[in-house]
């Protein structure tokens, strides 16, 4: 079909093509922010303080550049046929200081909800099987959040754009809270606040253990740790097309803003579904 039938319809293409082009020059974009020079004895102290509650964590980029790294030298697994796939906690922290941002790997595929319970099921793990490059790798990052600041301490963060610290992670947070007034009575997660009432009853089954540690907070992200990786587990993989299963249950230590996040591998394992047998398995 030729337009030079309708000069009216022309004339309106034309002109909505000018205003995309004019508008969307004008358009705010958003500038990545300033790097923040922190002193080296306050990053070294950061690193104290995160491993006397987590020990071994590293900073989470540098695990990164490991990781891939590793598995290319020794795998021969290239980024570029890697899909990410995570159940962690949906707060945007994950993603704005995710060091897998930006790299070639696929993804990610999100699992996860409040306290990064994978809410999204087996449905979730069934999409996510299939969006796999095929005799490519899964790669599983498991696990909750903590914030550590250093003026608020555990539970604490200061974000991009905020003069003062909040919670992190608030889910944990508020359940433990309440735990720790008793206000949390057995009873069947339900709308509309499934997903922190099943924090609130896993908090609960544990409450003699939480409430005795000396760090409750941390004591509780460690317990849902376990619970996320017991969740996880059931990754489909009879109607797999790829070749490896990586997966990574860890604690994701998010630090104020120009700081660097740590994570805290509490288990890692490569298993190749071709051979049916663990290249790799980890654990603390």
Excluded at 253 to 263: A, K, L, Q, R
Excluded at 271 to 277: A, Q, R, S, V
Aim: with cysteine; proline share 6%.
């Amino acid at each position: 079909m030729s337009f030079r039938c309708y000069p009216q319809l022309q004339r309106v293409l034309v002109t909505l093509l000018l205003s995309t082009v004019l508008f969307g020059s004008c358009a705010p974009r958003r500038e990545k922010p300033q790097p923040i020079e922190v002193p080296k004895e306050k990053t070294d102290t950061l690193r104290t303080e995160i491993n006397k509650m987590f020990p071994g964590a590293v900073p989470f980029n540098e695990y990164t550049d490991s990781l891939l790294f590793f598995l290319y030298a020794v795998h021969r697994i290239k980024p570029e046929m890697i899909l990410l796939g995570q159940s962690t906690c949906v707060d945007d922290v994950m993603n704005t200081k995710s060091p897998f941002n930006g790299r070639m790997i696929k993804g990610p595929f999100n699992f996860g909800g409040l306290g990064g319970l994978p809410f999204t099921g087996l449905t979730g793990l069934s999409a996510y099987a299939h969006h796999v490059p095929d005799s490519g790798t899964a790669l599983l990052l498991v696990g909750p959040h903590i914030g550590y600041s250093m003026e608020g301490g555990w539970g604490m963060l200061k974000r991009e754009g905020q003069a003062h610290s909040s919670t992190c992670c608030g889910a944990l947070v508020a359940a433990l809270t309440k735990l720790q007034k008793n206000s949390i009575y057995r009873q069947a997660p339900s709308e509309p606040d499934y997903q922190e009432q099943t924090l609130e009853q896993l908090a609960l089954r544990h409450k003699g253990q939480i409430l005795k540690s000396e760090v409750p907070l941390v004591t509780f992200t460690k317990i849902v740790n376990r619970q996320v990786e017991k969740a996880m587990s059931s990754l489909p993989e009879e109607e797999a097309r790829f070749r490896y299963v990586i997966t990574i249950i860890a604690v994701i230590i998010n630090t104020d803003v120009g700081y660097p996040d740590y994570i805290w591998v509490e288990r890692m394992s490569i298993y190749d579904l071709e051979t049916e047998e663990y290249l790799r398995n980890m654990e603390k």
